[in-house]
């Protein structure tokens, strides 16, 4: 399953800095302006813009990967100090569509 980001994150932006996959934008901003390309990815009835926030930052879960293939663990949960960053299982995944989605935005032209 994707990561989400819980009230207790201080907007540092480091998590955001390391995504592989550029899934973590700041408070407020509207992703779908921004990269909203790889939407197409999964069924849109399936993935709202519940994850949205205006006041700490937040992960796309069509954009997750988990880091499966890229590090042992999420690098954001990792690298957070706050504790924020945790699984979010509303958004649940299956190992090999993580690794579907992990090859389809690496074979997207401009995926970052
Ligand atoms: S989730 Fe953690 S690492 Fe990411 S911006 Fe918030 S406090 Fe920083
Ligand atoms: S788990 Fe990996 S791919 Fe998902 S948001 Fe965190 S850094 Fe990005």
């Given at each position: 399953?994707?990561?989400?980001?819980a009230?207790?994150?201080?907007?540092?932006?480091?998590?955001?800095?390391?995504?592989?996959?550029?899934a973590?934008?700041?408070?407020?901003?509207?992703w779908?302006k921004?990269?909203?390309r790889?939407?197409?990815f999964?069924?849109?009835?399936?993935?709202?813009?519940?994850?949205?926030?205006p006041?700490?930052?937040?992960?796309?879960?069509?954009?997750?990967?988990?880091?499966?293939g890229?590090?042992?663990?999420?690098?954001c949960?990792?690298?957070?100090t706050?504790n924020?960053?945790m699984?979010?299982?509303?958004?649940?995944?299956?190992?090999?569509?993580?690794y579907?989605?992990?090859?389809?935005?690496?074979?997207?032209?401009?995926?970052?």
């Amino acid at each position: 399953m994707p990561m989400k980001i819980a009230s207790s994150c201080e907007n540092c932006g480091l998590c955001e800095i390391l995504c592989p996959y550029n899934a973590i934008y700041p408070a407020g901003v509207n992703w779908r302006k921004i990269h909203n390309r790889y939407f197409i990815f999964c069924d849109e009835d399936l993935v709202h813009d519940d994850f949205w926030s205006p006041a700490h930052c937040y992960i796309v879960p069509d954009k997750c990967t988990e880091c499966l293939g890229k590090y042992p663990e999420p690098i954001c949960k990792t690298a957070c100090t706050k504790n924020a960053v945790m699984s979010d299982n509303v958004h649940w995944e299956s190992e090999e569509h993580l690794y579907a989605k992990k090859e389809y935005l690496e074979t997207m032209p401009g995926w970052m």
